[in-house]
């Protein structure tokens, strides 16, 4: 069922100049049918009037990206504000990205998906809609083809760095870990849980039906209550209507990220 | 110089759905340097709280498109919500329609570039980037070759029906008139403006600098006390920063629009 975020928003956007270092900007995406809506803000969350009103307003979604930036990789600005929405195959595809990559514009070339701002973030996702363009052209194919073969490609871009991944079209969220990635599905019984970030806790019997199913991806847990699941360096899953229908492991070395990234 | 568009938004939300009959969604696009954000809503403009948001939030912009939308060609939905905004040539391309299109599904044949709803402004749009992509390839071209190239895609797509459009890639402003489109430049010396659609009035001269210099599109004029430019049937407009830097005009047949789109 279509839900909102409003509870793991609440506790993410603190995170952006408040509990947290990434104040270079944020944004969500929300997936409503095969359309989506964005807000884009290059203030940090924790101060933004936008990330206020999102908060409150009960949006609801079968897919949500969202992402708080710490800049590292072009300057602090609109175009370089994740998540990046592009369309292809008639669809929307979200990209959010944590890490940091190194030599992508010598090692990742692109043709026709050009980047608009100058973070390396972009141009990954630039090159990958390329590669799948190349090999895939007009037709989109079987979800798990299409998936196992963004596994590859996230696996040839973690060699340049720390590449934690989301990607959505909407239908599938797929989720990547260079080293930083844990995620949790919630279904009946539903427990309680309260907020890493902010003085907030849900009772989400009181708010859901006995078929719900949601699952929440974040770089680090945002609950203290609650069994995260770690991903391992490598790993890969791929969820659609909250919960994981593939999963598998590239080869990748661990990296230790630089200090600022946590 | 960048400005607010708030004055002219608080008298066009009024329309979708309480002084004009545009209740079926509305959307804005605002450029800041290369990047944009959008807000959209399939809700009425006039009772939704993003739009209440948008009013009374400053956002400074060279350059903002804004859309209500009255549906006749596909369901009330996010996918089907204008602007639309794809990227193309390393820029983001954002593009409103008002009208209506018959046949454009047999007659503007998509390859590249898939529409994602299921309206007939959506398609054109698709088509048109498809056009400039067979035409100019992987690269952009001086842009009064590439506005009078889509100038003449718009009489081809006016053929259909009721076409007026507004594209812009950030730098430029187009704006193609099939039957219904007035454009005012201000600039000093500033006076007093009322909007028709809620009890606003601004005196610019207190909110602006010598050298400020706007210009705002609107199908039918936003203010009662000031001269606005009626386009004819087929001319277009490129302006930048302000100002209009080329028009011309093409071969169109003025069509009498059904009675609901007024």
């Not at 043709?111 to 630039?126: L, M, V």
């Not at 895939?136 to 590449?163: H, M, T, W």
């Amino acid at each position: 069922m279509p839900t909102d975020i409003c509870f793991s928003f609440s506790g993410l956007m603190q995170r952006g100049g408040n509990t947290g270092p990434h104040k270079d900007g944020w944004g969500i995406t929300f997936y409503e049918g095969k359309g989506c809506r964005s807000f884009k803000d290059p203030l940090p969350s924790a101060h933004s009037p936008i990330a206020e009103l999102v908060t409150n307003y009960p949006i609801k979604s079968e897919a949500v990206v969202c992402h708080i930036r710490q800049a590292n990789s072009g300057a602090v600005c609109l175009e370089n504000t994740h998540p990046f929405v592009r369309q292809m195959w008639g669809k929307n595809w979200t990209y959010a990205h944590n890490g940091q990559l190194a030599d992508h514009l010598t090692q990742l070339k692109i043709k026709y998906h050009i980047p608009i701002g100058t973070t390396d973030s972009e141009h990954a996702f630039c090159w990958i809609l390329d590669q799948l363009h190349i090999e895939f052209a007009e037709k989109e194919p079987d979800e798990k083809v299409l998936f196992s073969y963004v596994a590859k490609l996230c696996e040839r871009i973690n060699q340049l760095g720390v590449f934690n991944l989301i990607l959505s079209d909407g239908d599938h969220l797929f989720a990547y870990c260079s080293n930083n990635l844990h995620w949790i599905t919630r279904k009946a019984p539903f427990g309680e849980a309260s907020l890493i970030d902010a003085e907030m806790c849900v009772d989400f019997q009181q708010v859901t039906t006995a078929n719900d199913i949601v699952t929440v991806i974040a770089t680090r847990p945002l609950t203290n209550d609650e069994s995260w699941h770690k991903m391992s360096c490598g790993q890969w899953h791929l969820f659609k209507l909250g919960v994981s229908i593939a999963c598998g492991q590239t080869e990748a070395e661990e990296r230790i990220p630089p200090a600022q990234t946590f």
